[in-house]
């Protein structure tokens, strides 16, 4: 299976990378960056070396280019973006809305009928501060666990999280209308140190749990359109879905916050 990671020197990217070239009779690995150098949110020796002959070296601005970079390819796994919105407007727009837009249209022109979009546990995380979600997470709730899922409306609370739930959007346009396979993996928190930090121990997702949901992602059966999967570990004051992943495309994380802090 030939597989494009876009962003693939940054933190999510270069982990699912290295994973999937691991397995080199399964997957034909290759990446694309807008530059040959580690994110700064990748810890030092953890970064990839992408092979010159599998690496396209772009930005998401030119859907020409990219293109040539997607033919061929069977999934695209598009990790590509201002992972935080602290560029401000000028670059969300630019990475986040324009770029999404480019990747998935040069998808469409390419033939490739398979992409696993990036979205951000930011398209819920509004929940995460009204009850009584906010006081489970704090672990002062009682009572059964409250749970948000894919189906309930999302609640983006900053421009960068807005951004995500327009990728979602245009996941569905693309499924829809061009009937391509595009699944979006709301992605937790996911840190370099890969454990999780005081204040985000409920929505945090390890390296090894967000790399196997995107790998479940691109070996989902055929019949599997469009869907959104919440891309977290099994935090025991987690408020969001992880069933729906189980039960489509087989995802069963590893890992949880308590044990790792």
């Known amino acids: 299976m030939k597989v494009m990671v876009t962003g693939v020197y940054g ?3 270069g982990a699912l990378y290295k994973h999937l070239a691991q397995s080199p009779d399964q997957y034909d690995v290759y990446g694309l960056a807008r530059r040959r150098q580690d994110s700064e949110r990748v810890a030092e020796g953890d970064g990839v070396d992408v092979p010159e002959e599998k690496f396209t070296l772009s930005d998401l601005s030119d859907v020409d280019v990219l293109v040539q970079a997607f033919k ?7 990790l590509a973006a201002d992972p935080s919105g602290q560029g401000g407007w000028e670059s969300v727009l630019k990475s986040n809305i324009v770029g999404a837009h480019n990747v998935l249209e040069a998808c469409r022109l390419a ?16 929940y995460g501060r009204i009850e009584p979600y906010k006081s489970f997470s704090a672990g002062t709730y009682e009572g059964e666990r409250p749970i948000v899922d894919h189906t309930m409306p999302t609640r983006p609370m900053n421009i960068y999280a807005s951004s ?3 990728g979602e959007a245009l996941a569905r346009t693309y499924a829809d209308v061009h009937g391509m396979s595009v699944l979006c993996v709301r992605i937790g928190w996911v840190v370099k140190e890969d454990k999780p930090r005081p204040n985000g121990a409920s929505v945090w997702c390890s390296q090894r749990d967000i790399v196997a949901i995107h790998e479940c992602c691109i070996n989902a059966p ?11 570990s099994d935090n ?9 992943a189980r039960e489509v495309i087989g995802y069963v994380p590893q890992d949880r916050a308590e044990d790792r802090m």
């Open 72 to 78: 061929g390819m069977d999934v695209v796994v598009h």
């Open 236 to 244: 025991q004051y987690r408020w969001v879905d992880i069933d729906h």
């Open 164 to 166: 995500k739930v327009w």
């Open 11 to 13: 933190l999510i990217a």
């Open 222 to 232: 055929e019949s599997v359109r469009y869907d959104i999967f919440y891309g977290m």
């Open 111 to 126: 033939g490739v009928p398979r992409i696993v979009n990036a979205s951000s546990i930011q398209a819920s995380s509004g």
